[in-house]
């Protein structure tokens, strides 16, 4: 099911006139922590015309949605570079999905970026707990706002339970993130079936702030004592490697669309 996914999202993409690099799942399968009616949602790289590179036309980024309701992250490939530079767990989990579909002509130059997956991942530490801290600010926010897409959920329980979770998962990522436990296992919680439930709503909007408040509190309190006792590091290496890629893939690109 998720591979006919990925292949109908990037047929779709490439149908909208965009040049493909590669489609990626992303979300709760990543995790482990989908059940019943999970949407299977994607994140697609693709890649810049010569000409909209020379005229420095603005780098494309929108999600679209399909008639499913299941959606597609398009990103330009520069812009998700500098979203893997920023740590952002949303986009870095892309490079340890299973699930990808890689255009064959940049399979090969793009396939440095997942063998250095765990390397990249860790590419600035303090962008990441910065990141953490940050997401779980913006769920506690999240958690009783009525959004229009959430307002039947705030209806029902008061609050959004998907938010609670998210507040959940950021915490223990950290956690496990600064004892030193690897990226890829981090992306697997500790307690999934825990973290299913809640997102069905198995808490009351009493417990449910409790909780994030909580959760939130102490995320922040790893964050800065972390960053208290530990130095910044920034893998100059890594930074190498990801420039490398890039110029690589949009070499090619470019001398494809030429020889034309």
Known sequence: MIHKQLKEDFQYVEGLGYKV????????????LEY???????????????????????PVST??????????DLKDIRLMFECFKKQNVNFVEILFTKYNLINEAFKSLYQPMLDNA????????YAFVNCMA??????YKALEHPYPTLV???????????QLHHILRMHEFTRRYISGETYEACLKSEIPEYLID???????????????????????????EYMNKTPLAINGEVEELMNN???????????MELEV
């Open 245 to 255: 890629v890039l110029i690589n893939v949009l070499k090619k690109s470019f001398l």
């Open 21 to 32: 690099l590669g489609v990626f799942l992303q979300g709760s399968q990543n995790y482990g």
């Open 118 to 125: 765990e390397l990249i991942a860790r590419y600035n530490n």
């Open 63 to 72: 999600t679209l949605i399909l008639p499913s309701n299941e959606h597609i």
């Open 36 to 58: 019943e009616g999970s949407d299977i949602d994607t994140k697609c790289i693709v890649l810049p015309s010569f000409e909209d590179f020379c005229l420095n036309k603005k």
């Open 198 to 224: 809640v997102k069905r709503g198995c808490h009351s909007l009493v417990e449910a702030r409790k909780i994030a408040k909580e959760k939130l509190d102490e995320t922040i309190e790893m964050k800065n």
């Open 152 to 162: 039947e959920k705030i209806q029902k329980y008061g609050y959004d339970p998907k």
């Open 134 to 139: 940050g997401m779980s600010m913006e769920k």
